[in-house]
């Protein structure tokens, strides 16, 4: 039973629009989240991390907003370039812990 | 500043072979994690180090998964006998001090193709 989900496997964007990608977690002890970006044939490299005491975080046209009621976190990228299509994996921690990962977004951004 | 170097790239071999896949971390990473990741199950923890001693290795999934840091800067994970299930792509992290403010760094990894 996964703990971590992005129950999206892929999504397609328009150059410059916005990009939403989502992720659920069951675990209540998880307070610490991040993203990480994958290009075919490279390991994952880190984008963006939110504690559970923030609801957002920002880094230039990368956005992490957090709902803890809801168990939900989403990563918004504006706008999106053709740069950013890859794999995205959100993974998340309870204290002391190591990072449970999810399955993957792979999102295509069209020119 | 090397990376996280990972051999072999790919590897393809037949079910029941011994597979040995390595790992060199990054200079000074303290922790070095190894991960598997499949299309059904995405990207799961098998094992991490901490200075070379095996900390976590609830995440190996049978006795036929083995792994080793002899060193700070070289581990391996061997699986003897191979079988088509173990089909995946095998990636290899560390991190400074495993602190979770401290991302992971990964490695290329290794795809590899049991027939």
């Known amino acids: 039973d996964q703990q971590v989900k992005q129950n999206s496997p892929s999504l397609s964007v328009q150059e410059g629009r916005i990009s939403i990608l989502n992720c659920d977690y069951t675990?209540?002890?998880?307070?610490?989240f991040l993203w990480y970006k994958k290009y075919p044939a490279e390991g994952p490299t880190f984008l963006i991390s939110?504690?559970?005491?923030?609801d957002k975080n920002e880094d230039g046209r990368f956005t992490v907003f957090l709902n803890k009621s809801a168990k939900h976190l989403s990563l918004h990228i504006v706008p999106s370039q053709p740069g950013d299509s890859a794999v995205y994996f959100c993974a998340a921690s309870p204290y002391g812990q190591n990072f449970v990962f999810g399955p993957g977004t792979r999102l295509s951004v069209l020119p | 500043d090397a990376g996280v170097i990972q051999s072999p790239r790919h590897e393809v071999t037949e079910m029941g072979q011994e597979v040995t896949l390595r790992c060199k971390p990054i200079?000074?990473?303290?922790?070095l994690f190894w991960y598997r990741q499949t299309m059904m199950r995405g990207l799961e923890l098998l094992i991490y180090?901490?200075?070379?001693?095996?900390?976590?290795d609830s995440g190996m999934p049978e006795d036929r998964f083995s792994a080793k840091m002899p060193n700070a800067s070289f581990s391996t994970l061997k699986i003897q006998p191979s079988e088509p299930r173990d089909s995946a792509v095998y990636f290899c992290?560390?991190?400074?001090?495993?602190?979770?403010?401290?991302?992971?760094?990964f490695g290329d990894g290794t795809r590899l193709s049991i027939l």
């Open positions: 675990n209540s002890m998880f307070d610490y």
């Open positions: 180090f901490n200075n070379n001693v095996p900390i976590d």
């Open positions: 992290a560390s991190s400074p001090t495993g602190g979770r403010n401290q991302p992971q760094h």
């Open positions: 939110i504690s559970s005491i923030k």
């Open positions: 200079s000074g990473h303290d922790y």
